[in-house]
Nanobody, 116 residues
Framework: QVQLVESGGGLVQAGGSLRLSCAASGSIVSLDTMGWYRQAPGKQRELVAVITSGDLTNYADSVKGRFTISRDNAKNTVYLQMNSLKPEDTAVYYC??????????WGQGTQVTVSS
C-alpha cells in the first residue's frame, strides 16, 4: 500500500505564494511520474503540473511562469511552489503518484483559497 499526504494549503491574498508538499509512504521501491491536479467547485479535476522520474516537467498553460513543480526522490516527496496566486487558482489540490507495477495513487487533497 502507498499513502500520499498533502500539506501546505491555506488562505492567501491574491499575489501571494504558497508551497504545497506531498509525501508518499508505504512499500515504495520507486515512484514514476508525480503530479498535482486541482478541482474547483462545479468543475472537473484538471492537471496543474507533473514531473517525471527524470525531472521532466509539464504545466497547465494557466500556471506557466507562476508555479514550479519539483521532487525529492530521497524523501519520496513532490512540491508545488505557487507564486503570484490568483482567485481563479482557488481549488482543492490533489497529489498523484504513479508507482511502477502498482498504478496510480491519490492524496486526500488540500484546500487552496485565494482572496481578491
Amino acid at each position: 500500500q502507498v499513502q500520499l499526504v498533502e500539506s501546505g494549503g491555506g488562505l492567501v491574498q491574491a499575489g501571494g505564494s504558497l508551497r504545497l508538499s506531498c509525501a508518499a509512504s508505504g512499500s515504495i521501491v520507486s515512484l514514476d511520474t508525480m503530479g498535482w491536479y486541482r478541482q474547483a467547485p462545479g468543475k472537473q479535476r484538471e492537471l496543474v503540473a507533473v514531473i517525471t522520474s527524470g525531472d521532466l516537467t509539464n504545466y497547465a498553460d494557466s500556471v506557466k511562469g507562476r508555479f514550479t513543480i519539483s521532487r525529492d526522490n530521497a524523501k519520496n516527496t513532490v512540491y508545488l511552489q505557487m507564486n503570484s496566486l490568483k482567485p481563479e487558482d482557488t481549488a482543492v489540490y490533489y497529489c498523484k503518484a504513479v508507482v511502477p507495477d502498482w498504478g496510480d495513487y491519490w492524496g486526500q487533497g488540500t484546500q487552496v483559497t485565494v482572496s481578491s
